[in-house]
């Protein structure tokens, strides 16, 4: 494999060796320090840097005679439901990317209404499919209860190379492999934005649609889950052993209105009649 040292690098260190030299030649008894006295700057460590081939961005495992720019099976059904744009391979460094993804710009409800995603998600077909019909069959009748139809939804984060929860070192995301969305809010054709971590929202709302959730994904992690999962809901199809299956979105309520307890006001004075106070005196 090509080294990964940037050659503007490399050539940027010989001509500052090469002007040291002319220094120490030109200076001689002119008290100008010798090439040994001057410091040199550290080494930089190699940096990753954009491949130059396909075949270098590749690796050495890819069959090419898969790769094609023909629609999948998954694109054709995901293309009966949705508006996409196909991306027959992503490729990015270490294990990141893969085969068979999409953009998914918007959702075809029955009738021909769009449900457009802004901004549009990259994602693995299949796991694309899931979050298609998830909005097209189960989210979207639920928000006509609310007093109108679904015609936007909010996205937070698609595909990503990084770690989980852009943690340095931590296990591969399953953002990286095109795998999750995070979703923050439904837009509605009368013009509301409803965030689905708004606790004002209504709540019978908000628990049909984590139950529908959490039936549809393998993943759903919202408020609970962690710091990192406050203000958006995040969905995958991760495969698990056995199964497993995570579901952490608190439903939250408005918290409770202290009510500053009564303190009882003193007993009234009775009236004095000062005039007649003043007679007897």
């Excluded at 109108?148 to 492999?177: I, Q």
């Amino acid at each position: 494999m090509a080294s990964h040292i940037n050659p503007v690098i490399m050539a940027n260190r010989g001509a500052t060796r090469l002007a040291i030299a002319f220094l120490w030649l030109a200076g001689g008894g002119l008290g100008l320090a010798s090439a040994e006295d001057v410091p040199l700057p550290e080494p930089r460590p190699s940096v990753w840097t954009e491949p130059h081939t396909f075949r270098e961005a590749a690796g050495p495992d890819l069959d090419s005679a898969h790769v094609t720019s023909a629609p999948t099976e998954c694109d054709q059904r995901l293309g009966a439901i949705a508006a996409i744009e196909p991306v027959p391979r992503l490729i990015g460094p270490d294990s990141c990317g893969g085969e068979d993804m999409v953009r998914l710009d918007a959702v075809t409800r029955p009738g021909g209404a769009y449900i457009a995603l802004k901004p549009a998600p990259v994602l693995r077909c299949a796991f694309a499919e899931s979050v298609a019909v998830w909005l097209r069959d189960e989210a979207a009748p639920r928000v006509e209860r609310l007093g109108a139809t679904l015609s936007g939804v909010e996205t937070y984060d698609s595909y990503e190379c990084r770690g989980r929860n852009r943690v340095p070192g931590a296990r591969l995301s399953e953002h990286a492999k095109g795998n999750a969305v995070d979703l923050r809010s439904f837009i509605l054709t009368d013009g509301r934005v409803v965030t689905l971590t708004d606790v004002t929202v209504a709540k019978d709302f908000r628990d049909e649609l984590r139950e529908s959730a959490c039936r549809r994904f393998s993943t759903v992690l919202g408020p609970g889950s962690d710091s990192a999962h406050e203000t958006h809901i995040h969905v995958d199809l991760i495969e698990r052993r056995g199964g497993y299956r995570m579901c952490q979105w608190d439903v939250r309520t408005p918290p409770p209105k202290e009510v500053v307890a009564g303190v009882p006001l003193p007993t009234p004075r009775p009236n004095i009649d000062r005039s007649a106070a003043s007679r007897k005196m």
